[in-house]
């Protein structure tokens, strides 16, 4: 058991039998950049800001499952996730605490910040989807390392294809006004993202290399 920030005691939601169940669900051979080592890299990132987190055991529950679902030929891996999150928790979390952990997967869609019923709820959802798009601030190897491998997860689709609709989701953060929505992420990150979304989005926007 835990100690959360208000001083309510709390089970741990994703015990060992149930990372069990769920670690093989990350080990799909498509799974180039959305497998287990993501789900490890946030875990450690959640660790390092567990003073800064209002319920961790919520947040770590919202990353083990926020990519539990995911195809890259379809478009609603979030809400089958949560769906999942949903059900495997039920009885393992009161339905308040449970809402907010669905909703915090669901926001992964989009990666807008979920409307939830507190200022606590809120921050620690801030942060989590902040460590989702950690990899956006990351050195450029880290990053050209990423977009590679989610490259290779939609080896399916044609390098045209690719290359316009990829420019569509990268020019959309950078659109953005802020890309990060913890003070914290936007001081450490905010400014190598832009310069990483922007290099990408130039190299994208280059004519494909000749086939042979």
Do not use: C
């Not at 590679?148 to 953005?176: C, D, I, K, M």
Request: proline fraction near 6%; glycine fraction near 4%; hydrophobic fraction near 50%.
């Amino acid at each position: 058991m835990g100690i959360q920030a208000d001083g309510e005691r709390r089970p741990v939601l994703v015990d060992a039998a149930l990372q069990r169940r769920l670690t093989p669900l990350y080990a799909d051979a498509e799974r180039h950049y959305h497998g287990l080592a993501h789900i490890e890299a946030l875990r450690r990132l959640a660790a390092r800001l567990r003073a800064e987190l209002n319920d961790p055991a919520a947040v770590d529950a919202a990353i083990w499952f926020h990519d539990a679902v995911y195809d890259s030929r379809r478009a609603d891996n979030e809400e089958k996730s949560a769906a999942l999150a949903a059900a495997w928790l039920a009885g393992r979390a009161a339905p308040v605490r449970l809402a907010r952990i669905v909703a915090m997967i669901k926001a992964t869609a989009g990666h807008e910040l979920p409307a939830l019923d507190s200022a606590a709820a809120r921050a620690d959802a801030a942060l989590f989807l902040d460590m989702d798009l950690a990899i956006l601030g990351a050195s450029p190897a880290a990053f050209d390392a990423y977009e590679a491998a989610v490259r290779r997860e939609y080896h399916w689709v044609t390098e045209p294809a690719w290359r316009a609709g990829r420019r569509a989701v990268l020019a959309g953060f950078l659109a953005r006004p802020r890309i990060f929505h913890s003070p914290r992420f936007r001081a450490s990150r905010e400014a190598r993202a832009r310069a990483n979304l922007a290099r990408s989005l130039a190299l994208l926007a280059e004519p494909p290399p000749a086939a042979g």
